[in-house]
């Protein structure tokens, strides 16, 4: 079962645009992680949400956590190409035990 | 600095030679995770360790095994490769119990099978 839904699954842009992905559940976790993962690396934890409604910032990314704890958006201001990867959005908790499911998946290109 | 570390970075194996991924952690978790990603997909989880407690996924090939010798180790074990086991194995850590739930990555194992 798929838990999370992540989209746009591709996004190519140019860069200095601005982007938003989306990450959509219909079940209720206790924290949301984004990780960006470049080719031939692991993911790298970029923020961790855990307050319904919270808003987290990192230079030039913004998070959000839905107030339902539900649902969760990346917004990228200003794209580079270093921005480029594939971004992953995962939830845990309360009754995922010690698993944390992932979503789909939005692989960026940012184009310089 | 703490860190999940995984050997090799790079593994060819033939088809059918068993094989063995290794991961160690620096961070002091009580959770192991290994995990197959193939093409830009979302990590699979194949199976964690709680302490010494396996929890293995229903769906995971019998093909795969693991050990955790200690807190700091964990090793994946392909008893007999097929082609379709050809991605890059993905080991992690969490620490369960402090309520907000993170979790750190190694670099990867890509494995190729000849």
């Known amino acids: 079962t798929q838990l999370l839904e992540q989209s746009p699954q591709f996004l190519s842009i140019q860069e200095g645009e601005n982007l938003t992905v989306y990450c959509n559940s219909s079940s209720v976790f206790s924290s949301l992680q984004w990780y960006r993962q470049e080719p031939g690396e692991g993911p790298v934890l970029l923020v961790t949400?855990?307050?319904?409604?919270e808003v987290k910032k990192l230079k030039r990314l913004t998070f959000q956590f839905g107030d339902a704890r539900k649902d969760s958006s990346l917004h990228i201001t200003a794209a580079q190409p270093g921005d480029t990867g594939l971004y992953l959005c995962a939830g845990a908790g309360p009754n995922t035990g010690n698993q944390f499911y992932f979503g789909t998946g939005t692989s960026l290109t940012v184009i310089p | 600095d703490a860190m999940v570390i995984q050997n090799p970075r790079y593994q060819v194996t033939q088809f059918g030679k068993p094989v063995t991924l290794s991961c160690s952690q620096t961070?002091?978790?009580?959770?192991m995770y290994w995990y197959q990603q193939k093409s830009s997909q979302a990590p699979k989880l194949l199976f964690h360790y709680y302490d010494k407690d396996f929890n293995n996924e229903a769906d995971t090939p019998d093909n795969f095994q693991s050990r955790r010798p200690n807190t700091s180790f964990c090793f994946l074990d392909i008893r007999s490769p097929g082609l379709g086991d050809a991605a890059m194995y993905l080991c992690a850590t969490s620490l369960r119990g402090t309520g907000a739930y993170e979790q750190y990555f190694g670099p990867g194992t890509r494995l190729t099978v000849t």
């Open positions: 961070l002091n978790h009580n959770v």
């Open positions: 949400v855990v307050t319904g409604g």
